[in-house]
Structures are given as C-alpha cells and as structure tokens.
C-alpha cells in the first residue's frame, strides 16, 4: 500500500473514446501532481496542484484536461487521444509543493493503450 | 534546462556484492535530490531524500551521497540482494520546487543469485 491509489491500474481506449484516469491519496498531502513515463524517456511532469489550485501545465496538449476536486482526490480526463499517448502515467503527492524535507510519494500508476 | 544522466543504464552484479549508482546533473541550483526504485509495471518508491544543504542521507544497506558543487550525487548500496533488483532513478527538483522536476533515466539493476 503506496497511501496513493490509481484506478483503474490497465486502459485500454479508441481514439475516440472519453475516459477518466483517477488518483486518491490517504496521506493527508496538499500537492498532486500527474507524470508520463514513456518507454526509454525520462518521467515527464505534466500538471501540478498545490492546494486545489493548478500552477503548472507543462505544455500538455488539451486532449488532457486534469481534476482536482479536493486536496485528497485527483482526475486526468482523457479525449481523442493519440497512439503514441500511450505510456504509464503516475500520480504523485507531496506534503507541500515547497517543503524540501517533504518527498514525493507515488501511486503504481495507469498502463494506457490508445488503439 | 537541468540535464539528469544516470550511468550506467545497466547493471548486473553477483549477490552480496557492493555497489555504486550515479546521478548527474548540469544546474547546481536544487531543491533537494531524491533516489527511487520502480519494480516492473509498478510506481516508484522513494528511497533517500538529500537536502540542498546535506551531504548524505543513509537508510539501511542505503547511502546516498550529494555534492552539489560538482553536479554529482551517488547511491551506495552494500551487500546486494536478489530484492534489491529493480530500476533505480534520481529527481531533481528545481530550486523552486516541486513544480519543475527532472528525472533521469534511470539504471537497471539486475542481482544475480
């Protein structure tokens, strides 16, 4: 038990399809974070949530549109993807997006397959 | 831009041996410095925290050491295990924090019983 869940742990979608990634942690954390991990690339961050409140978006395409409905829940809303959005994503959380003591703590992620 | 580099990108050693993992990095300006291990098909898990201000931190068989001066930082692991097979990545967060993160790209460890 990581104290961050993802769901559903395999994806499978058309490129046409809507699907819905989700992310919950248990560890009282007020920063989330999405990642990509591509096979043979280095995890990329996609979007940070400090508080509720997105302050980053690291030039992810809009077929990505992230969630954060509270502190202790996380979305990533998935629409007409492309074959090569196929990867692992992680959802990530941390005490504070600026304690430096405080590490971050990762889920076991979503396989996603865009066909 | 930061750059992270971890060499080697492959490992196998004989069980119960030590051994040396390197992290590289081209800004000196960080926030911390963490090592993770990541199982196939699985999430990451943090090993070691390393502070801007620190030099190493140590948790068990571990040892993570950081000179920021030189862009370097190392993990140590001693009396290598079967269990201890798996990938090995640093992270760099900006001086800002966690908001700018660079990975590396990992190395994979294989002990051999």
């Known amino acids: 038990e990581t104290g961050v869940t993802q769901t559903p742990r395999h994806l499978v979608m058309g490129m046409t399809n809507k699907k819905s990634l989700k992310c919950e942690q248990h560890?009282?954390?007020?920063?989330m974070y999405w990642y990509k991990q591509s096979a043979k690339k280095p995890l990329e961050l996609m979007f940070v949530?400090?508080?509720?409140?997105?302050?980053e978006n690291n030039s992810v395409p809009s077929r990505f549109s992230p969630e954060c409905p509270n502190s202790s829940h996380l979305f990533l809303h998935l629409h007409t993807l492309q074959p090569e959005d196929s990867a692992l994503y992680l959802c990530?959380?941390?005490?504070?997006?600026?304690?430096?003591?405080?590490?971050?703590?990762f889920g076991n992620g979503t396989r996603l397959t865009v066909t | 831009k930061q750059e992270v580099t971890q060499i080697p990108a492959a490992l196998s050693v004989p069980e119960g041996e030590n051994l040396v993992l390197n992290c590289s990095f081209t800004?000196?300006?960080?926030?911390?410095l963490q090592w993770f291990r990541q199982d196939p098909g699985k999430g990451l898990t943090s090993l070691l925290l390393?502070?801007?201000?620190?030099r190493e931190q140590t948790s068990g068989r571990l040892n993570a050491s950081l000179d920021k001066s030189s862009g370097r930082s190392t993990l140590y692991i001693a009396a290598s295990q079967p269990g201890d097979s798996a990938t090995y990545l640093c992270?760099?967060?900006?001086?800002?924090?966690?908001?700018?993160?660079?990975f590396g790209t990992g190395t994979k460890l294989q002990v051999i019983p």
């Open positions: 949530y400090s508080l509720e409140e997105r302050v």
């Open positions: 800004d000196s300006a960080i926030y911390n």
């Open positions: 990530a959380s941390s005490k504070s997006r600026v304690q430096r003591n405080s590490p971050l703590h």
């Open positions: 992270a760099v967060p900006a001086s800002g924090g966690y908001q700018k993160v660079t």
């Open positions: 390393i502070q801007s201000s620190q």
């Open positions: 560890l009282g954390h007020n920063a």
